[in-house]
């Protein structure tokens, strides 16, 4: 789970040839973000504090930075805040409404699109430290105060039902469980790694995640140093325009940061870049992909 102390893309994919040369950019035709957060107020696990800013600074500046980049984008804002338990509500964050959120992003796609999923929360693993059961815990569904979870195996595989390619950003504690072994051998048998899929988490499968200040409120350090790198300045105000109220109109509401100067952000940037952008601090490594981590490009039109 995450723990406490007070410290401080639009994105494009290219091909690798073998010879490790990069193709010419592949130009998305449109992003899909689901940004999910959850403080589990509602729940019997610990309350977090970073994870609401953490999700809606994050579907802002994807918004933002989409918008400054001329790339389209449809952002879907999945929260879990305060007390309330709302299953119903097709955007609340319980496992079932994760995957019919996928399904139903998925067929909004086409083959040029890329989806992303972050998500800001609490993580597990099993006892038996295998990589196939790593855990989201996501909000709770019912009478329970338990929480429901997101497996490993159960997102690999609604991701790669969906047709273009998924960036997975997991900010919890022991998210690099849900980083596959990259296959070196030309024949490999039973291997989670999907071509399709790419992982960035905050931390390796036995690590713990980290919150920190930021001006007023709080943010997992793995989410605020990838804020930052994206130009994210928390004291401006962006009107972002994502669903979140509803599947069927996009909804505005005011996100505490903005992104006004592109200057110092590079045209094109990596996948490498945006897991070099945090800072191993805490004994919290920045393990985070398998494969070829140059492919993926955020590329300024």
Not at 184 to 200: A, C, G, I, K, R
Request: charged share 20%; glycine share 8%; aromatic share 10%.
């Amino acid at each position: 789970m995450r723990k406490f102390t007070m410290a401080g893309i639009t994105v494009l994919l290219i091909l690798l040839f073998s010879g490790c040369e990069l193709s010419r950019p592949f130009y998305t035709t449109k992003i899909h973000g689901l940004f999910i957060g959850l403080d589990y107020q509602n729940s019997d696990v610990n309350d977090l504090h970073g994870t609401i800013p953490d999700a809606t600074e994050m579907a802002g500046a994807f918004h933002r930075i989409t918008e400054l980049y001329q790339i389209p984008f449809d952002g879907y804002l999945a929260l879990q805040e305060g007390s309330e338990v709302s299953p119903e509500h097709p955007l609340y964050p319980s496992a079932n409404n994760i995957f019919s959120l996928i399904e139903h992003i998925g067929n909004e796609m086409d083959n040029n699109d890329l989806f992303i999923f972050y998500y800001a929360g609490h993580g597990d693993i099993s006892d038996d430290q295998d990589a196939t059961t790593g855990i989201l815990a996501t909000a709770r569904d019912g009478e329970s105060s338990r929480y429901t979870t997101v497996t490993v195996t159960a997102l690999r595989e609604a991701l790669a039902a969906l047709p273009g390619n998924k960036v997975v950003i997991l900010d919890s504690c022991h998210s690099g469980a849900y980083v596959a072994e990259y296959p070196l051998d030309q024949v490999v048998e039973q291997t989670l790694y999907d071509p399709s899929q790419f992982y960035l988490t905050s931390t390796h499968i036995d690590e713990t995640a980290k919150e920190t200040s930021v001006g007023t409120h709080f943010h997992g350090k793995f989410s605020s140093e990838l804020l930052t790198y994206l130009e994210w300045d928390h004291e401006g105000t962006t009107q972002a325009s994502v669903y979140y109220d509803s599947l069927i109109e996009k909804g505005t509401y005011d996100v505490v940061g903005e992104i006004s100067d592109l200057s110092d952000l590079d045209e094109i940037i990596t996948l490498r870049d945006l897991e070099d952008a945090t800072d191993p601090q805490f004994g919290q490594e920045a393990l985070r992909t398998s494969g070829p981590r140059d492919i993926i490009l955020l590329n300024r039109r």
